[in-house]
């Protein structure tokens, strides 16, 4: 049993080990006896710096449209009654089953002639929120269908308020949970995405997957290797930082 | 606490669903200001629906009238009615302390921080609360959570309060204790209120009068005690209590008499014309066989209930008597007792 676990464990970690070691050598044919040099992260940073940094702007600002667009639509489909809300749910759902490829395609059919939307982060960014959307609107809509949430909104009635003020002070508040997660899994995804990216992207606008792939194609393999090191130092301290936020925030507002 | 209590008067409401099912036929109902009313019947029968018709969270059929005092509330959305409503598992706010639940609808009204601490502090007072102001609603107990709940309703001063079934989530213990204890706060608050329920016993401990409700109607509006003496429905009698139903004959009939066994017993003037009688257990006095003026009968079954024993009566009839006798009773099963029944038990079932 614990003979399985280690194995597949060092199985699964080797390649990611190899690739950060491969980061910081001086030849990575020579393997360790080349010596450390933080020679290839510099050059990373200084040629490839800026996509780190749209890409954490990007997966933000995409955090931010999907939870405002995102969270009045689950509620919308929640407390519908109509078939034509399923169905919307349903096509809504579909940017996650059709290829990246093919959505970016789409995209550029309809607003590549657009030039300056076309030439701005903003495009992509409006492809990573259509592909991000339904994570947001399914997790966050499964909440507000809970029985006790339709009583709860019942009794704010009751008590007076109003729309908005049942909707900020009453329901936001109980689907919380649910609504950092799927923040957490908008980020995630958005982060990482490369499909649409890299249809979307032009060479003044590169998120860091992107970048990625272009030093993987074009540079040395130490270069490539270099680069994982540091989408692993950027990301995953805000990852951490996002989950603890989680934590928090369901101790305090879940049952 | 002082509430502007207000009567409710309620007129031709029917509620029929999309779907076509009539979920309350045209009905007719007026509260006083500062009466308890007590909606009472079995699930299904639209008592809930017409609670939630006149909070607005349902909306009645077109011709329905729904008035509070003079004013016209038909179309007026539940956040204007200023209504207090009691759920069944309680909506406290999850993510809020007793508090800031109780002084939500306060808040939510623009009342000064002044008014909304001290209404609040009364309240923590009236419900016996003290010390649970800062826990939320996941540390209380069941009980705790009922008494937020209804401080909640009343804070704002509703016109009118409305329970949905406040003692249901509760065990049956706890549910005695604080059945009389929301009596009294009720009493004590003078607020008109409806209870919905579908416990009897629940119901007359709190209400002022019942409306005993059966597949979308109202069927009797009274006090405990008179739907109890003289229900006007064979339901209304067997909802509040147990009761042996017996068929009339033409000519018994014709005479206003019943048939016992082979004895022929008159019947109160209250119950001339009715076909069929009713007769409560309790008011069946069980005697010794060959009493003067008792029917004797079988004893088929005796069942030991703790505060009395009920005997199953073989009377010679297709059904048999059911009698409640005090626990210290000596008729075993088995045994030649003889009955009595004084005229005025008798209850005519009108349907």
Known sequence: MWAVTLTVTAFMLAPMLLSILAGVVVNYSQGISSGFTTRWLLEVWTGYGNTVLMSLFIACACVVLALVLGVPCAYALARSRSAWARHFEELLTLPVAIPGLASALALLLAYGSVTYFRQSFAFILVGHVIFTLPFMVRMVGSAFRRQELVALEEAARSLGASFCQRFVGILVPAVLPAIVAACLMVFTL???????????????????????????????????????????????????????IGHVIEKHYGK | MENKSTSIDIRQCAKTYPDGTRGLQPTDLHVEPGEVLALLGPSGCGKTTLLRIIAGLESADAGSYIGFG?????????????????????????????QANIGYGLRIRGASAEEQRRTVGELVDLVRLNGLEHKRPAELSGGQRQRVALARAVASKPRVLLLDEPLTALDAKLKETLRDELAQLLRQLRITAVHVTHDQQEAMAIADRMAVMKAGQILQIGDGESLYRNPSHPFVATFLGRVNQLERSADLLAHNQIMLGDVVLPCPDSCAGAAQVLLRPEDIEVCAAGTAGAVSCAVSRRVFLGDRVQLTLNVGGPNPLIADVGRDHAANAGDVVGIRIAPHHWMASRV
């Open chain 1, 190 to 244: 958005s982060v990482g995405e490369f499909n649409l990216t890299w249809m979307l992207h032009t060479p003044l606008t590169r998120t860091l997957p992107v970048g990625l792939a272009d030093s993987y194609a074009s540079m040395r393999l130490e270069i490539g290797s270099a680069y994982t090191i540091i989408f692993l130092i950027v990301i995953l301290p805000v990852m951490w930082a996002l989950q603890a």
């Open chain 2, 70 to 98: 003079s004013q016209d509330v038909t179309h007026m959305p539940i956040e204007q009615r200023e209504v207090g409503m009691v759920f069944q598992h309680y909506a406290l706010f999850p993510q809020m302390s007793v």
